[in-house]
C-alpha cells in the first residue's frame, strides 16, 4: 500500500480502540517541565530513581547505572506540578559485568570503561529532597546508600510495596505491566527510562481508592512500620509460619514477616500466642522502621516484646 494514502497513524490508532478486540499501546513521552498550575502554598520536591546492577548480590555487585529525576508536588492532592533536573550516568564497576546482567539491561563493559558517577552531582541533585520513591526500593536503596551514605538520611518510599496493586484491581505489580495497563510501552530495564515510568505512575489516579499513586505513598509514608521476628518459634510450626507468609531470616535464624499498622502487629502478636507458642509465656523481637531506615540494610529500633497471654 502507498504510504502517502494511509491515514495518520493516531487516526488508526484511534479507530482500532473503537474496536472490542484491539487494545492500543502508545510509546511513553517524557513530559518534563511544566505539569500543573496550582495555588497550594507548599511545592516540595521529590527524586524518582532506578538503578542499573551487576547483579543481585550488595556484597559483590556493584551500581552501573544511576538515573533520578527531580520533581515538584503538591503534598496536599499529590499532584505533579513539574518535572525537572534529570540525572544518568554510568559507572565501571572494576570488573566484568556478567553476560546474564548485560542481557536485562544492556550495558556492556565498553558501555561503562572507565566511567565514574560524579559524586558531588549526586549529593547537589539530593538538595532539600523530600521524599525519594522507587519501584522495588528494597533493591535500590541499599545499593545506592553503600555508594553514597547521603541516601540514608533521605525518606523513602517504595511504588511496588507500598501501594496494594491486587486490591486496586491489577494482575501484577511490575511497572511494565502497570504502565501497559494504562496504554502505554515503553524500553525498561534502563534507569532513566524506568524512572521516567515511575514518574507517570505516580501521577496514576488509583481506580479504588480513587487518589493518585503519589498521594497514596504520602499519607502512608510517616506511618510507623514495623518487622516482627518470630523469635523461638518451635520448629514444627514452619508450615503455619510460611502460609501466614513469614519469610525466613538465615542471620537471625527466625521467620519474620512486615507490619503496616499498629492493629496489624497486635493482632499478629494474638495469632503467634495462640497458633504458633500455644499460650505459653514467650517473647518476640519487634523492630520499628521509620521512613529514614525502611528499605535499608540498617537497622531500626528494636525491642523484645511479650506475647499477649492467649488461651490454649
Not at 528499605?295 to 516484646?305: I, L, P, T
Request: net charge negative; charged share 25%; aromatic share 10%.
Amino acid at each position: 500500500m502507498n504510504e502517502s494514502l494511509m491515514p495518520p497513524p493516531e487516526l488508526m490508532a484511534q479507530a482500532l480502540e473503537q474496536h472490542p478486540d484491539y487494545r492500543i499501546l502508545r510509546r511513553l513521552q517524557h513530559r518534563a517541565g511544566h505539569w500543573l498550575d496550582t495555588q497550594s502554598g507548599r511545592r516540595c520536591v521529590g527524586v524518582v530513581l532506578d538503578t542499573e546492577t551487576t547483579g543481585m548480590s550488595l556484597e559483590d555487585d556493584r551500581v552501573i547505572e544511576l538515573g533520578m529525576i527531580r520533581f515538584e508536588f503538591d503534598p496536599q492532592t499529590g499532584h505533579i506540578l513539574s518535572v525537572g533536573q534529570v540525572f544518568d550516568e554510568l559507572e565501571d564497576p572494576g570488573f566484568a559485568i556478567p553476560p546474564a546482567s548485560t542481557a536485562v539491561h544492556h550495558i556492556t563493559d565498553d558501555m561503562v570503561q572507565g566511567l565514574r558517577i560524579d559524586d558531588n552531582q549526586v549529593h547537589a541533585f539530593l538538595r532539600d529532597v523530600e521524599v525519594v520513591i522507587a519501584h522495588n526500593a528494597g533493591f535500590d536503596r541499599p545499593f545506592v546508600e553503600a555508594r553514597w551514605p547521603a541516601f540514608e538520611t533521605l525518606r523513602w518510599a517504595c511504588t511496588l510495596k507500598d501501594i496494594d496493586w491486587r486490591q486496586e484491581g491489577f494482575g501484577s505489580a511490575k511497572l511494565e505491566y502497570l504502565l501497559a495497563s494504562q496504554g502505554l510501552f515503553y524500553e525498561a530495564h534502563r534507569a532513566q527510562s524506568d524512572c521516567w515510568a515511575l514518574i507517570q505512575l505516580l501521577d496514576f489516579v488509583l481506580p479504588e481508592c480513587q487518589q493518585r499513586a503519589l498521594l497514596a505513598l504520602l499519607e502512608g509514608l510517616n506511618r510507623p512500620r514495623w518487622r516482627l521476628f518470630a523469635t523461638q518459634a518451635p520448629f514444627d510450626q514452619k508450615d503455619a509460619l510460611k502460609a501466614r507468609n513469614y519469610r525466613w531470616n538465615p542471620d537471625v535464624r527466625s521467620w519474620w514477616r512486615d507490619m503496616s499498622s499498629q492493629e496489624e502487629l497486635d493482632s499478629e502478636l494474638s495469632w503467634l500466642a495462640r497458633h504458633v507458642f500455644g499460650g505459653r509465656k514467650a517473647q518476640v523481637l519487634v523492630e520499628e522502621q521509620g521512613p529514614t531506615h525502611r528499605y535499608s540494610k540498617r537497622e531500626g529500633h528494636k525491642q523484645m516484646v511479650p506475647l499477649p497471654s492467649a488461651p490454649v
